[in-house]
Nanobody
Framework: QAHLVESGGGLVQTGGSLGLSCAPSGNIFSIDFASWYRQIAGKQRELVAN???????AYADYFKGRFAITRSNGQNTVSLQIKDLKPEDTAVYYCKSDGAWDYGGGYLPGPHWGQGTLVAVSS
């Protein structure tokens, strides 16, 4: 069962931009330390970036520059902005949280994953 829901994927032309969003679902109210991963067809899932609850960001070396991770003040959504998209960015993008809080304030240890959202970049 996916506890996070990604949205914003789709088909975009080379050079375009896209914004992905990750929101809690089910009984999850807010997200702890969060990450974006992507998986290119036939390859292993790879880390893109992560962000702490305090907003400290880190990026895997390859993704520095064109990718930007942010989160809402209410900690309920985590976003990934991608600019200057390239065909090699075509992948399923996943959101992951290392933990989360439910509506009762209880902590739910992770990892919690979303089902992924497909980004396809046409040349």
């Amino acid at each position: 069962q996916a506890h996070l829901v990604e949205s914003g994927g789709g088909l975009v032309q080379t050079g375009g931009s896209l914004g992905l969003s990750c929101a809690p679902s089910g009984n999850i109210f807010s997200i702890d330390f969060a990450s974006w991963y992507r998986q290119i067809a036939g390859k292993q899932r790879e880390l893109v970036a992560n962000i702490t609850r305090g907003g400290v960001k880190a990026y895997a070396d390859y993704f520095k520059g064109r990718f930007a991770i942010t989160r809402s003040n209410g900690q309920n959504t985590v976003s990934l902005q991608i600019k200057d998209l390239k065909p090699e960015d075509t992948a399923v993008y996943y959101c992951k949280s290392d933990g989360a809080w439910d509506y009762g304030g209880g902590y739910l240890p992770g990892p919690h994953w979303g089902q992924g959202t497909l980004v396809a970049v046409s040349s």
